[in-house]
Each structure stands twice: as C-alpha cells, then as structure tokens.
C-alpha cells in the first residue's frame, strides 16, 4: 500500500495532468453532437472488433464438428447419387448398393514407384480389402490391407495399380495405369484406335469393377497418341485428384459385393 501512495505522490503532476484532460474530453462530447457521434462509432468498432474476434476463436474451435458433419452429409448425397435414387432422405432407401464410410489419411506417399496411404479406418468401422477410395474430386485407389482400426490403399500412383476407366464421351473403356513419373498424370491403355478423342475429355471409372460405381471422375485428357501398332492410343490423363495433397477421404462399399463374387467365381 505505501509503494502504491509513493506512486501517486510522485507522479501527483502527470495523473492530475490525466485527471484534467479526462474532464476535458467529457465536456467536449456531451456538449458536441459531432463529437459525442464520433466517439460512440469509435467505441462500437472497437467492441464490434472485440466480438468478432471471440466469435472467430470460438468458430476456429469449433471447425472440427463442423468438418465432421460436413463430411457425413457429404456421405450421404453421394451415396444418394452412386444408387441413382431421387429419395430426399437416406431412410427412404431400403437397399442401397453402395454405402460411404468418411476417413482421414494418416500418411501419403507419392514419390515412390509403388505408392500406397494409411487411413484412420479399419475393420471395427466395416473397411475390408478391395473397398474403394475417393475423394470429393475423384478416386484415390483400393483398399488392399486393413487391420482393427487402419486400411492400407493402393494408391492410383502405384505401378501395379489397374482401374477400368473410360472415355465419358465415347464409352470407349481401358484400363488406368502410372508410369511412376508425375503424380499428377496418369496413363489410359486399351482404348481403340478409332475412337474419336480430344484434348480435354472426361476420364471417369467405368462401372465394370466391383470396386468404384461407374462416372466417378479421375482425370481429363491431357495429350495422347497412337502405339507403334497404331490399334490403340497412350493416352496420358491429367489426374483431378491432387495426390500429393490428400485429407478426408471416402471409402466405398459395395453391399452386393458377397454375392457378385459367388456368382462370378461360378462363371
């Protein structure tokens, strides 16, 4: 207490310098509308400022329920669309043929020539090996592996990876390749020499696998040419996907899975 009373004592002139001034600004706006407006815009941007701020920390924590449920909704339209139903909601469809399950990825290779990413879901959350992965921007590769609570995938820049794709245009269907050179380009074989392409054409999955619903993007046209034999082109597709930048993912179930491969294992 005495430091405090030694504190005033020796700034007694500055503080009633303070003192003074404060009346004086008091007087001035309660006697000048101008002042007295310019003042409580003053203190209402500042306080504005305040709570928009707070409201931004407390939006920032709260980003992550929000991505969660974005994610789920997310899951839902697209199942909605793979089973081409026009149901509003999701509980008016009985069977569904395909079923979403959201994931994170937890690791990501890309510079290697057989790449494959680790995913947050494993077999307690109904992930099995040959489910396939996707993204809001197109596929990402299979699953091949799995564990209690991990997945393993295949990524599409992988050497040994196929998916059966298509020209969307044309229909004209090949298989997915990668070189393992650029992870933003892949490679489309098997597609006829007489189909009429372009630069700049769909590249979707086909629908003929197991795997992926048919017209999930994957790419568009990037260059192409014919093979030495000149009955098919090389075609290189500028992926949709950036591969080296992956985070919520969406696994794809195919509910009819079970019975497709008995009766496929008969033919």
């Known amino acids: 207490m005495q430091q405090l009373f030694n504190f005033f004592i020796r700034n007694k002139t500055f503080l009633f310098y303070v003192l003074l001034l404060s009346i004086a600004i008091f007087f001035t706006i309660q006697s000048h509308s101008y002042h007295k407006s310019k003042f409580i815009n003053s203190a209402n941007f500042l306080t504005g400022g305040i709570y928009e701020s707070v409201n931004n920390i407390e939006h920032y924590f709260h980003l992550k329920e929000e991505n969660n449920a974005l994610l789920e909704e997310n899951n839902r339209l697209k199942s909605l669309i793979y089973n081409k139903r026009q149901a509003l909601e999701i509980d008016t469809i009985s069977m569904p043929k395909y079923t979403l399950t959201p994931a994170l990825v937890t690791k990501n290779s890309y510079t290697a020539k057989q790449n494959y ?11 099995f090996e040959d489910q396939g992965v996707i993204t809001s921007n197109g596929i990402v590769g299979i699953i091949d592996n ?30 997915l390749k990668w070189d393992g050179k650029s992870p933003f380009v892949a490679q ?33 046209l990037k260059d192409f040419k014919l093979s030495p034999t000149e009955d098919s082109y090389i075609i290189n597709v ?9 985070g919520h993912v969406h696994i794809i179930e195919n509910l009819d899975i079970d019975e497709l491969n008995s009766l496929e294992s008969n033919e």
């Not at 990413?117 to 992930?127: F, H, I, P, S």
């Not at 209690?148 to 298989?175: D, E, F, W």
């Open 117 to 127: 990413l680790t995913l947050n879901k494993g077999e307690r959350d109904g992930v």
């Open 146 to 175: 799995t564990s209690n609570g991990y997945s393993r995938v295949i990524s599409i820049l992988n050497t040994t990876s196929q998916i059966n794709a298509k020209l969307k245009k044309s229909n004209h269907i090949g298989i």
């Open 188 to 220: 489309l074989t098997d597609i006829q020499g007489l189909a009429k392409i372009k630069i700049g054409d769909t590249v979707t999955t086909s629908g003929n696998s197991n795997t992926f619903p048919k017209d999930i993007l994957i790419g568009t």
């Open 238 to 246: 500028q992926l949709s996907n950036d591969m080296t930048n992956l």
